[in-house]
C-alpha cells in the first residue's frame, strides 16, 4: 500500500521504516530541511536501537524515501498519517496546531479518497476537529463532495525497544467512524496491519474517542504505577523495609504484575509527563478534577530530587567543595532523549549547590548538552562545573562519590576494585537500585539506594 507519514521525529520515522519493512511503500515528509538532509544521507537524527538498519534497507529497497514537498506526499499516500508533535502548552494542555496544520495541507492537495489516521497522541476530540479543518479547506476550495475519514491509531512505543514493539505489538487500537467512509477506512487498515494479525487477532476496533482516550488512559496508568512504588520506596527508606522485597512481594499477585513496578528517581521522556498533563487538563475542561492524576504528577516532580536529599543529608547543603560522578544522562536507557530527564534536575541541584559533575552517558551527551544549556540559560557561568567524559570510569576519577541515574545495562558489572580506587569516598547514589545494598556494604562501600537497606 501507499503510506505518506507527516511528521520525521520519533514515531514517524519508527512508522514508516517498519511499514516500509512490510512492503508497503512509504513517503516520509518533514518541513524540516536540515533533518531531511540527514536522512537521505543515511543518517538518522535519534538513537533508537535498530532504526538506523532498517532505514538504510528500505531506502536501498526503493520502499522508503524522505521530503519536504508537502504537495507530492498527499499525491503519494491512499493513507495519511500524522505523526507530528503535540507538546504540551502552556496551561499543560496538547498543543494541536502543528496536527490541525497537517490537516489543512492534506486538505489543500488531496484529489480522491484519502484514510487520515492520528498517530500523534491526541486528547479526545482531536479528530473531529481535524475532520473539521479537511472539510473547511475543501469547501474552500470548492471540491466538498471529496469524501474522507479520519481515523485514531495511537502509538504504543517504548523509546528504546520501539521497532521491536512495532513489529510486535501487544495491540492495535483502531478507532474508526461507523459512515461509509469510515468503514472503508476500517477496511484499508484492516489490510495495512493484516501481517500483525496472522497468528492471532491484535486489533481492537472501537470508536474515534474511544482510542484516544486509551492511549492516555495506558501512559497514565504507567504513570501512576511509578509514582506509586516511589512513595512506597520513600516509606520504606522510613521504616526500614526493602522496597526490592515488596516489589516482588505484591509483583507475584497476577493482577497486579511485576511491569512499572521499579522505584527510582522518577519517569521522564516525551510521553508520561505531558501526557498526564494532557489528561488532566481534559478533565479539567469538562469541570472534572483528575485528583489521583494530580498527586501521580506531584509526586513525580518531588521524586527527582529524592537524590539529592540523600546527598545533602551526607555532604550538608554547601558542595561547594565536592565533585560528583553521574552515571546516565538520558531519561532511560537505549535513548538519547533528555525531556524531563531526572538527570536534568540532579545536575541542576548539584550545581546550584557549588558541586562540579563529571557525567557519562553511552549516546545522550550531546542531546544533554543542549539540555542544560537551556536550563543554564539564565546563569551560563554554572556551565563551567559540568564536564562530560568519554568513559564511565573516567567520570569518578576523585570524585567524591558516585550518582546513577540511568539504568544502562553498561553500569550494572563495573569493576568495584578499580571504582573504589578512584572514588575519592567509596560512596554511591544509586536512583535506579541497579546493586544489591549487602554486597555493596561487603566490597566496602557506602550504599544509598531507594527504598534498599542494607
Known amino acids: 500500500m501507499k503510506v505518506t507519514i507527516i511528521g520525521s521525529g520519533y514515531v ?3 512508522t514508516g521504516a517498519c511499514l516500509a519493512e512490510l512492503g508497503n511503500e512509504v513517503f516520509c515528509l518533514d518541513v524540516d530541511t536540515q533533518k531531511i538532509a540527514i536522512l537521505n544521507q543515511g543518517g538518522v537524527p535519534i538513537y533508537e536501537p535498530g532504526l538506523k538498519e532498517m532505514i538504510a534497507r528500505n531506502i536501498e529497497a526503493g520502499r522508503l524515501q524522505f521530503s519536504t514537498d508537502v504537495q507530492a506526499s498527499v499525491e503519494h499516500g491512499e493513507l495519511q498519517y500524522i505523526a507530528v508533535g503535540t507538546p504540551p502548552d502552556e496551561d499543560g494542555s496538547a498543543d494541536l496546531q502543528y496536527v490541525l496544520a497537517a490537516a489543512k495541507n492534506i486538505a489543500k492537495y488531496m484529489n480522491g479518497f484519502k484514510v487520515v489516521i492520528d498517530k500523534s497522541t491526541v486528547p479526545v ?4 476537529q481535524v475532520k473539521d479543518v479537511i472539510s473547511a479547506e475543501l469547501t474552500r476550495r470548492g471540491v466538498a463532495e471529496l469524501s474522507f475519514s479520519v481515523v485514531s491509531n495511537p502509538e504504543f512505543l517504548k523509546e ?3 521497532v521491536e514493539d512495532f513489529m510486535r505489538p501487544d495491540r492495535i487500537v483502531l478507532g474508526t467512524a461507523d459512515d461509509a467512509a469510515g468503514q472503508k477506512a476500517k477496511t484499508m487498515m484492516k489490510k495495512l496491519y493484516a501481517p500483525f494479525n496472522r497468528h ?17 488512559a495506558a501512559n497514565a496508568m504507567l504513570a501512576t504505577r511509578i509514582s506509586f512504588m516511589n512513595e512506597l520506596a520513600n516509606l520504606a527508606d522510613m521504616v526500614g523495609a526493602d522496597i526490592e522485597a515488596v516489589r516482588q512481594g505484591i509483583g507475584s499477585d497476577s493482577r497486579i504484575g511485576y511491569g512499572f513496578l521499579y522505584a527510582g528517581t522518577g519517569y521522564g ?5 505531558k501526557d498526564v498533563q494532557a489528561l488532566s487538563r481534559t478533565a479539567q475542561e469538562f469541570h472534572l478534577d483528575l485528583q489521583i492524576l494530580q498527586a501521580v504528577e506531584s509526586v513525580n516532580q518531588d521524586q527527582k530530587k529524592v537524590l539529592i536529599k540523600k546527598i545533602v543529608k551526607r555532604f550538608g547543603e554547601d558542595l561547594s567543595n565536592h565533585q560528583f560522578a553521574l552515571w546516565g544522562l538520558a531519561f532511560k536507557p537505549n535513548t538519547d532523549d533528555m525531556r524531563e530527564a531526572p538527570s536534568r534536575v540532579i545536575i ?12 557519562f552517558d553511552p549516546v545522550a551527551t550531546p542531546e544533554a548538552l543542549k539540555a542544560l544549556e537551556l536550563d543554564f540559560q539564565e546563569s551560563a557561568h554554572l556551565l563551567s562545573k559540568i564536564t562530560m567524559v568519554d568513559k564511565p570510569m573516567d567520570a569518578t576519577v576523585g570524585a567524591d562519590a558516585l550518582i546513577i541515574a540511568t539504568e544502562w545495562k553498561a553500569f550494572r558489572s563495573p569493576d568495584f576494585d578499580v571504582l573504589k580506587k578512584q572514588l575519592k569516598n567509596p560512596i554511591i547514589f544509586d536512583g535506579r537500585n541497579l546493586f544489591e545494598p549487602h554486597a555493596l556494604a561487603e566490597l ?11
Open 12 to 14: 514517524g520515522l519508527v
Open 125 to 128: 476530540g482531536t479528530a473531529q
Open 160 to 162: 528504546g525497544a520501539a
Open 200 to 216: 492471532h487477532e491484535r486489533t481492537f476496533y472501537m470508536d474515534v474517542k474511544s482510542a484516544e482516550l486509551t492511549k492516555y
Open 269 to 273: 521522556g516525551s510521553c508520561f509527563p
Open 348 to 359: 541542576q541541584e548539584l550545581v546550584r549547590r557549588g558541586a562540579r559533575v563529571v557525567a
Open 444 to 454: 566496602g562501600f557506602t550504599y544509598y539506594g531507594i527504598g534498599r537497606h542494607n
